[in-house]
């Protein structure tokens, strides 16, 4: 491991004044990213910042604004959230499936994020729910929506100085639902051959799409909205046919590689089949 200065503030304050010293300075929450990484060498730091202690960084609230999830709160703390569990389902699929109990336990959904891996499973959840972020450096804040995020592979919009404060999910209106499926070869601890995160809003008179949303992991090099997908839906009664147009729409979104976990055939087939069952699973949701 190579040596770098750390730190651990109790305030957002104290730790956006060392986020602006010079050199490269680097938020740690669970480390299940980026102490593998400092150790191989793939990220470098001359300062390690622990952002747990922070207050702000530790919030979990349903509010009538929405949900704020503090950006050091733990993949557990945040699946197993009452509204969580309830509102925004797909976000507790996702989160809960993450690695394993342990690692549960330690990473964070905003470290999920920040590590901004297009297998994130996370992301397509918080996508599909149009979560904005909330990032603060020492000369202010800024708000931006969580899909004008990702800049690349392992990339964000983050400036020098800059860290996520919070993400903020918006209340989803009556009638809706979620829903994250993502396909590994084996039962846990691997990383997302494609995964798609859904959300779907029904009008209860007459079963047609008002609202649907749905976004896309492991198959482009950042996480990405299936837009013609979310069009072929809106103002449609939704139907099994319906879905199946959807779930093939889907697909366009999808640029993906071919590497060894599948090609890139094999994931833009694994779209469609996801988005398909996702979309089944929020019908279901909604309908109880
Ligand atoms: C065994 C194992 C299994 C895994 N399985 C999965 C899986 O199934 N699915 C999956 O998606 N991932 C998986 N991962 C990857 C990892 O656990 C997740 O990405 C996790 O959510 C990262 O959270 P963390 O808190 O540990 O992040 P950290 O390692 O602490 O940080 C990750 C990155 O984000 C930056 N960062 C963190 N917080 C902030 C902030 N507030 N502001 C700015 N930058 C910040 C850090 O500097 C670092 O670059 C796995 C990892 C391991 C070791």
């Given at each position: 491991m190579p040596s770098f200065e750390f730190a651990q503030p109790t305030s957002l304050e104290e730790a956006l004044q060392l986020f602006a010293a010079p050199g490269e300075v680097r938020a740690l929450v669970g480390g299940t990213d980026i102490v593998d990484q400092l150790k191989t060498g793939r990220r470098n730091a001359d300062m390690v910042v622990d952002v747990k202690r922070i207050p702000e960084l530790q919030r979990l609230e349903s509010t009538d604004d929405g949900l704020h999830i503090g950006a050091a709160r733990s993949c557990t703390d945040v699946g197993e959230f009452p509204a969580v569990r309830s509102t925004y389902r797909a976000l507790a699929d996702s989160a809960l499936l993450i690695g394993s109990w342990q690692i549960q336990n330690r990473a964070g959904v905003g470290g999920n994020v920040c590590n901004a891996a297009p297998s994130g499973d996370t992301i397509p959840a918080l996508l599909s729910h149009e979560a904005r972020a909330v990032i603060a450096s020492a000369s202010g804040r800024r708000e931006i929506a969580l899909s004008d995020f990702f800049a690349g592979p392992g990339q964000t919009v983050l400036q020098k100085g800059e860290i996520l404060v919070e993400l903020i999910l918006p209340s989803p209106p009556a009638n809706s639902a979620s829903s994250y499926l993502r396909f590994i070869p084996r039962n846990e601890m691997d990383i997302a051959v494609?995964?798609?995160?859904?959300?779907?809003?029904?009008?209860?008179?007459?079963?047609?799409?008002?609202?649907?949303?749905?976004?896309?992991?492991?198959?482009?090099?950042?996480?990405?909205?299936?837009?013609?997908?979310?069009?072929?839906?809106?103002?449609?009664?939704?139907?099994?046919?319906?879905?199946?147009?959807?779930?093939?729409?889907?697909?366009e979104a999808a640029t993906p590689i071919t590497d060894v976990r599948g090609s890139a055939e094999y994931r833009r087939e694994l779209v469609r089949v996801l988005t398909g069952r996702t979309l089944g699973i929020c019908r279901d949701r909604i309908n109880g």
């Open positions: 494609a995964g798609v995160g859904s959300f779907l809003q029904l009008d209860p008179a007459n079963n047609t799409v008002k609202k649907a949303r749905i976004a896309l992991a492991s198959v482009a090099p950042t996480p990405v909205r299936a837009r013609a997908a979310e069009e072929a839906l809106e103002g449609n009664v939704l139907t099994d046919d319906l879905i199946a147009t959807a779930a093939s729409a889907a697909v």
